[in-house]
């Protein structure tokens, strides 16, 4: 790491590696150790994987089992893998499941009739998640280059609980409320702040409900961050009472049927798709403005290798033409916060990440008024 060794040069190597294609001809995952950093005691490590690989939550779960509870924990016995089958049997297995297609597609259709159906039923009664491409143009909406930049930063848990149990909503309902805070700050300062509300797309986990196997389990469900309401109290229960429809939206679609299509489509279809999405004119209406994840994280004390994990900041993709990716992961109390996006978007993200602290101290000051549960949103 070049002198002097602080956050932005971290963030500036963690672009440069997360920029870098994974080779194909090998498992889709990397590890970094970056070392001179401004502790001479402390390390870096960047760990890279393909989301086709594992979902936030199996990442989750990839690192329990990476790290220990104890710095002298004993090494863990060898795992053989599965092996791998040879050509032969490869490809029978993929003409079996180019068979099955039609089959699949019978099954796949009327389920997605149905969904359309009922979502026409709730978008009558109001009760339908944000729709996509109803997003307003911002600043981080355009053609993606090959490049990324980083940044990061931290909350204490505690302070995040204490806005939950203040205001009676979820931790999801206060990450998007800071999400929202953070970006209203950064786009006020810019001048470019929509009068309507951003569009996010965040990732929900169908661990415990679909029966499909892989590591890759989860669905997307689509939520308004209304970074132009002004008051953050306003502000927390406009998200509130809007996660609580689109979950219950997204909980009546499907939890597999994004990915029943997907597979059915195959990986070519995917991939044409994806290449043609960054070509359509998003003038006025971007299909979502940024992707937004919460993952659980463990609440104890890590070591990784021996050595004591001070922090944690998940960094996720980025899709289509949204050039922002903001995760979120718990460590032992406190609250991290990875910030991804093309710097030919956002040359500067550092705005946008020291806007977290700053919405956060918002919420925190509101929320002294707020009798206790004042929302009764469960946890």
């Given at each position: 790491m070049p002198?002097?060794?602080g956050?932005r040069e971290?963030?500036?190597?963690?672009?440069?590696?997360?920029?870098?294609p994974l080779?194909?001809?090998?498992p889709?995952w990397?590890?970094?150790?970056?070392?001179?950093?401004?502790?001479s005691?402390t390390?870096a490590?960047?760990?890279?994987?393909?989301?086709?690989?594992?979902?936030?939550?199996?990442?989750a779960?990839?690192?329990?089992?990476?790290?220990?509870?104890?710095?002298?924990?004993?090494?863990p016995q060898p795992?053989?893998?599965?092996?791998?089958?040879?050509?032969l049997q490869?490809?029978?297995?993929g003409?079996?499941?180019f068979?099955?297609?039609?089959v699949?597609?019978?099954t796949?259709v009327?389920a997605t009739v149905?969904?359309?159906?009922r979502?026409?039923?709730?978008?009558r009664?109001g009760?339908?998640?944000?729709?996509?491409f109803?997003?307003p143009?911002?600043?981080?909406?355009?053609?993606?280059?090959r490049?990324?930049?980083?940044a990061?930063?931290?909350?204490?848990?505690?302070d995040?609980?204490?806005?939950?149990?203040r205001f009676?909503?979820t931790?999801n309902?206060?990450?998007v409320a800071?999400?929202?805070g953070?970006?209203?700050?950064?786009?006020?300062?810019?001048?470019?702040?929509?009068e309507?509300?951003l569009?996010?797309?965040?990732?929900?986990?169908?661990?415990?409900?679909?029966?499909?196997p892989?590591?890759?389990q989860?669905?997307w469900m689509?939520?308004?961050?209304?970074s132009?309401i002004?008051?953050?109290a306003q502000r927390?229960?406009?998200?509130?009472a809007g996660?609580?429809?689109?979950k219950?939206?997204?909980?009546?679609?499907?939890?597999?049927l994004?990915?029943?299509?997907?597979?059915f489509?195959?990986?070519?279809?995917?991939?044409a798709a994806?290449?043609?999405?960054p070509h359509i004119?998003?003038t006025?209406?971007p299909?979502?403005?940024?992707?937004?994840?919460?993952?659980p994280g463990?609440?104890?004390q890590?070591?990784?290798?021996?050595?004591?994990?001070d922090s944690m900041?998940p960094l996720?993709?980025l899709?289509?033409?949204?050039?922002?990716?903001?995760?979120?992961?718990?460590?032992?109390?406190?609250?991290?916060?990875?910030i991804?996006?093309?710097?030919?978007?956002?040359?500067d993200?550092?705005g946008?990440?020291d806007?977290?602290?700053?919405a956060?101290?918002?919420?925190?000051e509101c929320?002294?008024?707020?009798?206790?549960?004042?929302n009764h949103?469960?946890s």
């Amino acid at each position: 790491m070049p002198a002097p060794g602080g956050r932005r040069e971290l963030a500036e190597i963690c672009g440069y590696i997360a920029g870098l294609p994974l080779d194909r001809d090998r498992p889709l995952w990397e590890m970094w150790v970056i070392e001179g950093g401004a502790r001479s005691d402390t390390v870096a490590v960047m760990l890279k994987v393909h989301h086709a690989v594992v979902d936030g939550v199996a990442g989750a779960n990839l690192l329990s089992h990476l790290c220990s509870l104890q710095p002298d924990a004993p090494a863990p016995q060898p795992v053989r893998g599965t092996g791998g089958g040879n050509v032969l049997q490869i490809a029978a297995s993929g003409l079996v499941g180019f068979a099955s297609r039609p089959v699949r597609l019978a099954t796949v259709v009327p389920a997605t009739v149905l969904t359309l159906v009922r979502t026409l039923l709730r978008a009558r009664e109001g009760r339908t998640m944000a729709a996509p491409f109803s997003a307003p143009p911002t600043p981080f909406n355009g053609p993606l280059g090959r490049l990324r930049n980083i940044a990061y930063t931290q909350l204490d848990m505690r302070d995040v609980k204490r806005v939950k149990d203040r205001f009676g909503v979820t931790i999801n309902d206060v990450v998007v409320a800071l999400c929202a805070g953070a970006l209203r700050r950064f786009l006020l300062e810019h001048g470019v702040l929509p009068e309507a509300p951003l569009v996010a797309t965040v990732p929900v986990s169908v661990h415990d409900k679909s029966d499909r196997p892989g590591r890759n389990q989860a669905t997307w469900m689509f939520c308004r961050v209304p970074s132009q309401i002004s008051d953050p109290a306003q502000r927390i229960r406009t998200i509130a009472a809007g996660n609580t429809v689109a979950k219950d939206h997204a909980a009546a679609i499907g939890p597999t049927l994004l990915h029943d299509w997907i597979q059915f489509g195959g990986s070519t279809m995917f991939g044409a798709a994806m290449r043609i999405l960054p070509h359509i004119s998003i003038t006025h209406s971007p299909a979502y403005n940024l992707i937004l994840s919460n993952v659980p994280g463990p609440q104890a004390q890590l070591y990784f290798l021996g050595c004591r994990m001070d922090s944690m900041f998940p960094l996720g993709p980025l899709l289509g033409n949204a050039g922002l990716n903001i995760t979120v992961m718990s460590l032992n109390g406190e609250l991290g916060v990875g910030i991804v996006s093309c710097p030919d978007l956002l040359p500067d993200l550092w705005g946008v990440a020291d806007g977290f602290p700053e919405a956060l101290k918002e919420l925190l000051e509101c929320s002294d008024d707020q009798p206790e549960g004042s929302n009764h949103q469960d946890s």
